[in-house]
């Protein structure tokens, strides 16, 4: 389902337009919806994003069982870390004095 950008040439009001067939309109065929001049200008879309989809839980668990993660490997793995950073700031204070 395309959805196309226009800018008004008589008002310069922009708007988007779904367009198609399954709609039962063409891009030629869009008018401006404020002050209903015919034929606006169709501009390049300046951004494109796709759809998300999210894992379901059954694929969440295969991925956590390929990398040995539980569900709360990740706060685990996180806090070790930041021990670890704090042993070594910690060493290099104290062996600098």
Do not use: W
Request: charged share 30%; proline share 5%.
């Amino acid at each position: 389902m395309p959805i196309y950008e226009f800018v008004c040439e008589s008002c310069g009001h922009r708007f988007e337009e779904l367009v198609g067939s399954h709609v039962g309109l063409e891009a030629e065929d869009v008018v401006c919806p404020v002050c209903g001049a015919a034929k606006p200008e169709r501009q390049l879309s300046t951004s494109y994003a796709p759809l998300q989809h999210g894992m379901t839980p059954n694929q969440r668990r295969r991925l956590e069982d390929k990398r040995g993660v539980d569900r709360g490997g990740a706060k685990e793995r996180f806090k070790q870390q930041r021990a670890a950073e704090r042993r070594a700031a910690a060493r290099r204070t104290g062996g600098s004095s």
